[in-house]
């Protein structure tokens, strides 16, 4: 393992700002608001039953095409949201909330004098639409369950007819093929209200309604028929896959023209072909930019990484496209935090294997837990070595106590609003430190993490 050791001047480390994480999310409500009180302030006359009721349902349509905006793949768009996995989190949020007002206008409002063809197609569209947002929170189904509730469910959850439905609903490729019907749904209910809607008498209710409805569905669009040809995308091919553990693969992907470039800390878009066809999913880069062939690490969790270790082999294509992510180490304090679970590791690898002596901030406490030897410990304590500022510290959690904010701040001696924390791993222990640091002080901007299930 080559380590450059030529000290560069070093950047100052001055943290982030979180306006940087909210103008996409204030630009929505903002959107929200606004599109309120427009028809508000030009309501015709008529029953305010029925006002209501429509309103409820442009509302649902302006944030459903909002959600079609945010996973149009566009960059200027996930700029707004801090990158593209808290934009997939937000498309998430809007296209539940657009459901549900859609669903309270059709409980709520209807026309005595509908079209033949309107009310058919606005059930199409809401019952699309609520199957989708059904299927997108079922495997989320622990962290909506609340407390008391969760053993009683967990038994049912555990019968064989429900265990053989979930592996239908979460396997990724089949929802992922399921989620690009959403703009054809929200397009059934769309033309829905423009055959159905009875205060269109007002040519600017009119025309707002179809302003945010067009917008949406261009963004669809644009998505499904043009994005894929303009992507840019690398030709790779895989030239090893080796088991990290019993759990895990890490895949080393050779370039067969020129390389991918990325940042140190972003995941990538691969298309990778196995025995059994084509999957594509968000994978974690473990390499450096420097150098020739990129390393991503897998976990086995869903369908396809299961199975990896049998499905792919040295020899089969890649396709890499679309850097993503804003985990980046430059953008914290001069004192930081790093935290690694297990096989989230791998982008504190990539900034290890990247950064040269003298170039970390002032200090770094690196916090790598794992039940059982973390699985990356050598390499990790390798690179360590290389860096004076770094102070790694090892949690097995089969001997020692679980990880908590605590014991971070208790170990690391600085005042928490001085810190960045910087946090990667199973998504029940991210989000538990996250909340639990904040809670301690430490400054919301200053604790970063990524999202990489975009489901």
Request: aromatic share 10%.
């Amino acid at each position: 393992m080559a380590i450059a050791t030529q000290v560069r001047h070093r950047r100052p480390y001055r943290g982030s700002h979180l306006i940087t994480r909210l103008v996409g999310p204030l630009t929505i409500a903002a959107l929200v608001v606004s599109f309120a009180l427009l028809w508000l302030l030009t309501r015709p006359r008529g029953d305010v039953g029925q006002f209501v009721g429509q309103l409820i349902g442009a509302e649902g349509v302006l944030l459903l095409s909002v959600g079609l905006v945010l996973i149009s793949t566009l960059r200027w768009v996930e700029q707004f949201f801090d990158g593209v996995d808290k934009a997939a989190v937000w498309h998430r949020r809007v296209a539940i909330a657009g459901t549900i007002l859609i669903g309270v206008h059709v409980a709520t409002t209807g026309n005595p004098n509908p079209t033949r063809l309107g009310p058919t197609l606005g059930t199409i569209g809401i019952v699309g639409l609520a199957t989708l947002t059904v299927w997108a929170i079922a495997p989320r189904w622990r962290s909506i369950t609340p407390h008391p509730l969760r053993p009683p469910v967990e038994r049912v959850m555990e019968t064989a007819p429900v265990r053989l439905v979930g592996r239908w609903v979460g396997s990724y490729g089949l929802w992922r093929g399921f989620h690009r019907l959403t703009g054809v749904f929200l397009g059934f209910g769309f033309v829905h209200g423009l055959m159905d809607a009875t205060l269109f008498g007002s040519s600017l209710l009119r025309w707002s309604y179809v302003a945010v409805g067009g917008v949406g569905l261009a963004f669809y669009l644009y998505r499904e028929l043009l994005a894929r040809h303009l992507a840019q995308t690398h030709d790779y091919e895989v030239s090893s896959v080796a088991p990290i553990d019993d759990a895990a693969f890490e895949i080393w992907l050779r370039p067969l023209g020129d390389r991918f470039a990325f940042r140190p800390g972003q995941f990538a878009l691969v298309n990778l072909e196995a025995r059994d066809g084509w999957h594509r999913h968000p994978f974690t880069i473990a390499s450096g930019p420097q150098e020739r062939e990129v390393r991503i690490t897998v976990r086995a969790l869903g369908d396809f990484t299961s199975s990896i270790g049998e499905l792919v082999a040295p020899g089969m294509p890649a396709v890499i496209s679309s850097p993503q992510g804003h985990f980046d180490f430059t953008r914290g304090t001069e004192h930081q935090v790093w935290i690694a679970g297990g096989i989230g590791v791998a982008p504190m690898l990539s900034w290890l294997r990247s950064a040269r002596p003298g170039e970390l901030p002032h200090r770094v406490d690196f916090f790598y837990t794992a039940r059982g030897p973390a699985p990356l410990a050598d390499e990790v304590a390798h690179l360590a070595e290389h860096h004076d500022e770094l102070h790694l510290h090892l949690v097995d959690t089969e001997t020692d106590p679980r990880l908590t904010a605590g014991h971070v701040l208790e170990v690391v001696g600085v005042e928490p609003r001085r810190l960045s924390v910087f946090l990667c791993g199973p998504e029940r222990m991210v989000s538990t430190l996250q909340r639990d640091l904040v809670r301690a002080r430490v400054k919301p901007a200053n604790v970063h993490r990524e999202f990489y299930n975009l489901r």
